[in-house]
């Protein structure tokens, strides 16, 4: 019984008294302890704060990144550039460009051969809602082996890339190297062959956007509407119809005045 009635050690008191104080407590016991306390648990709290805020800001531009850009043209075909399958020869494919935005765009072709591809423009600025039909040169090789399907099969890939401009303005390709932060790759364009004696809707489709290309060209070519003004004829001689009028008069004062001598 004496065992059993025998008090434990205050050291051991205090220590678990202190064991079953709550942690928040505690804490605040500490923090209450005095000014200087409280004042460093106060800057660790708002060191802790913007070290949590600082990630946060990262992710934000890290996941902006990640964002699609927004499209500023309008591709037809989306992703891909049918060529005719010809061994040996050029041949052409065609791909019309509308400038979807409210600016005017820039916008500029690359290829990853172009000692063996072209296109024609290779760049260009087009207002809101312009387009046109761009046409893309292609040497075709012949294939290494006799096996067609191989000969169907291109690494050649295009690249269309865009840039926002400043109203109407001309076209100069350096652009693009001046504003390179600016520059948007809109689309990388996949090569695919397509059999010409076969018809297919993608063919058809292919022959009426050449077609449509060459008219557009020809339109292009023509000379500019004649200008209703003042007419240049030989080395600057301006005739208009107040000049004729007025040498109509002054030969007619020239005749009067011989007649009354």
């Known amino acids: 019984m004496a065992v059993a009635n025998e008090k434990p050690p205050m050291s051991e008191v205090k220590v678990w008294s202190f064991c079953r104080l709550p942690f928040w407590q505690s804490t605040n016991n500490a923090a209450a302890g005095g000014g200087g306390g409280s004042g460093s648990s106060s800057l660790q709290q708002n060191h ?137 790759v809109e689309q990388i364009l996949r090569v695919v062959f397509l059999e010409p004696d076969h018809p297919t809707p993608a063919l058809e489709k292919l022959n009426r956007q050449l077609a449509e290309a060459e008219a557009e060209l020809e339109i292009r070519k023509r000379p500019p509407p004649e200008d209703k003004g003042p007419r240049v004829l030989g080395e600057g001689l301006v005739i208009d119809e107040w000049k004729e009028r007025r040498e109509r008069y002054l030969a007619r004062q020239l005749v009067e005045g011989v007649d009354s001598v």
């Open 48 to 184: 802790l704060a913007a070290a949590d805020h600082q990630p946060s800001i990262k992710v934000a531009s890290v996941a902006k990144s990640f964002l699609p850009t927004r499209r500023r043209l309008g591709l037809d075909p989306p992703n891909k550039l049918y060529f005719p399958y010809e061994p040996g020869k050029q041949v052409k494919s065609a791909i019309r460009i509308r400038n979807i935005s409210k600016t005017h765009v820039a916008f500029k072709f690359q290829t990853t051969a172009p000692k063996s591809c072209y296109m024609r423009p290779p760049g260009g600025i087009l207002a809101p809602d312009e387009s046109l039909i761009a046409t893309v040169f292609k040497f075709v090789e012949p294939p290494e082996s006799n096996d067609k399907l191989d000969g169907l099969k291109s690494r050649v890939k295009f690249k269309i890339m865009s840039l926002k401009v400043k109203g109407d303005m001309d076209y100069v390709p350096e652009l693009f190297d001046e504003q390179r932060d600016q520059v948007a």
